[in-house]
């Protein structure tokens, strides 16, 4: 506002302003496995001088204290934020982190990406046979929920096949049958894997060896 001193009339400006949303201030990458319990921490920007910041994400597999709590001594040189990691199965899993300031409304973010990686094995199977001639192994599978699970099944090989999908009632266990069938003699190794929404992703190693037929 502007007065005018000898006229006695006022000047009013009206003012209007739009604050775009702050970008990142960081994009964070981590690795880890199926079904392992990580704990990892990430240096938090020091952007208020003490108080407690509300804890938000979009990451559906960390987890975390929902406030943190910075001091002064903190509020100056920043402090680490401690999160856990745990993926039930493999892929990649990407979202936002976000601090806030719940006086202020001020806030940071954080992208965070996270690989995760196949778990090891539950055991590996040793399976001989000869070249055109197949051969089956028996897989048990538990349930020791109170309701059904669905499983999917996928095979690494295209000579190693089986059942895709079965569902195990509560309280109970499936054999799940995976047929090797090599064309050729050789030695290696194949896969058979287990997805479940409720037990996440376990993997069986197949050692495979075909010897020439007479």
């Given at each position: 506002s502007l007065f005018n001193i000898n006229?006695?009339?006022?000047?009013?400006?009206?003012?209007?302003?739009?604050?775009?949303?702050?970008?990142?201030?960081?994009?964070?990458?981590?690795?880890?496995?199926?079904?392992?319990?990580?704990?990892?921490?990430?240096?938090?920007?020091?952007?208020?001088?003490?108080?407690?910041?509300?804890v938000t994400t979009t990451v559906p597999i960390i987890s975390f204290s929902p406030t943190v709590m910075i001091t002064k001594e903190q509020g100056a040189n920043g402090r680490q934020f401690e999160f856990t990691i745990l993926a039930p199965r493999s892929g990649v899993s990407a979202g936002?982190?976000?601090?806030?300031?719940?006086?202020?409304?001020?806030?940071?973010?954080?992208?965070?990406?996270?690989h995760v990686d196949s778990p090891e094995p539950e055991e590996t199977i040793n399976i001989?046979?000869?070249?055109?001639?197949?051969?089956?192994?028996?897989?048990p599978i538990s349930n020791s929920k109170s309701e059904p699970v669905q499983f999917s099944v996928t095979f690494s090989d295209e000579d190693v096949y089986g059942e895709k999908e079965f569902t195990i009632p509560p309280n109970s266990s499936k054999d799940s049958k995976a047929v090797v069938s090599p064309l050729i003699a050789m030695k290696r190794y194949s896969s058979v894997y287990f997805y479940s929404d409720d037990e996440g992703e376990f993997w069986y190693s197949l050692k495979i060896e075909a010897t020439e037929p007479p």
């Open positions: 006229k006695e009339s006022t000047v009013i400006y009206k003012l209007a302003g739009k604050a775009n949303e702050p970008p990142a201030e960081e994009k964070i990458v981590f690795n880890c496995q199926a079904r392992q319990k990580q704990v990892k921490k990430i240096d938090l920007k020091p952007f208020i001088t003490s108080g407690v910041l509300n936002t982190l976000t601090f806030t300031d719940p006086t202020t409304k001020s806030y940071i973010w954080y992208i965070v990406e996270i001989k046979t000869i070249a055109r001639k197949s051969a089956s192994v028996t897989i």
